[in-house]
T-cell receptor, first 114, second 112 residues
Framework: ETGVTQTPRHLVMGMTNKKSLKCEQH?????MYWYKQSAKKPLELMFV???????ENNSVPSRFSPECPNSSHLFLHLHTLQPEDSALYLC?????????????FGEGSWLTVV | SQELEQSPQSLIVQEGKNLTINCTSS?????LYWYKQKYGEGLIFLMM?????EEKSHEKITAKLDEKKQQSSLHITASQPSHAGIYLC????????????FGKGTKLSVKP
């Protein structure tokens, strides 16, 4: 139990579907992150939110749409995805976004696009 | 080219043996983080190093950061099957605003 909970753990969706990944942190942190982990590639940062404001969008396609309604919750809305978007999506949080703050990860959501 | 290199990519050791995993940065680190991941699961934070020459230990795992702050090593003493997994280093560089860049990971298998 890391204090960062992700749901669902597994998701299979068609290319025309719309689905969302949810993340909740119970650590009292103010920064939340989405990372993508594909086979044989390093972990890639997608989005960063600090005090509910998006501070980083790492050139992510618009078919991925993040939402951060408060410092404890983070969503990743998915629509018209491609098979190459199949990956493990990891949510994480830290006290604040910035140098020297340890980032804690959730268990991940496995996404398969068919 | 990769800014953060981990070696080896994979490692198989006999239970009870010692092992070392290395992480090399192309530029000076502000901080270096070590995480462990079991396949298909999240990353578990192990240790963070910030000062040149710093060394930290947790149970049988020791991590060091060199004086130049460009290389870190993770050493496991008397390995056990529970140490098996993927070890990832994450770099916090000046100007990166704390957004970690990760290496490709080292897959460790421990034979009983």
């Amino acid at each position: 139990e890391t204090g960062v909970t992700q749901t669902p753990r597994h998701l299979v969706m068609g290319m025309t579907n719309k689905k969302s990944l949810k993340c909740e942190q119970h650590l009292g942190h103010n920064a939340m992150y989405w990372y993508k982990q594909s086979a044989k590639k390093p972990l890639e940062l997608m989005f960063v939110y600090n005090f509910k404001e998006q501070t980083e969008n790492n050139s992510v396609p618009s078919r991925f749409s993040p939402e951060c309604p408060n410092s404890s919750h983070l969503f990743l809305h998915l629509h018209t995805l491609q098979p190459e978007d199949s990956a493990l999506y990891l949510c994480a949080s830290s006290q604040v976004a910035g140098t020297g703050n340890t980032i804690y990860f959730g268990e991940g959501s496995w996404l398969t696009v068919v | 080219s990769q800014e953060l290199e981990q070696s080896p990519q994979s490692l198989i050791v006999q239970e009870g043996k010692n092992l070392t995993i290395n992480c090399t940065s192309s530029k000076t680190l502000y901080g270096l983080y070590w995480y462990k991941q079991k396949y298909g699961e999240g990353l578990i934070f192990l240790m963070m190093l910030q000062k040149g020459g710093e060394e930290k230990s947790h149970e049988k795992i020791t991590a060091k950061l060199d004086e130049k702050k460009q290389q870190s090593s993770l050493h496991i003493t008397a390995s056990q099957p529970s140490h098996a997994g993927i070890y990832l280093c994450g770099a916090d560089w000046a100007g990166s605003q704390g957004n970690l860049i990760f290496g490709k990971g080292t897959k460790l298998s421990v034979k009983p």
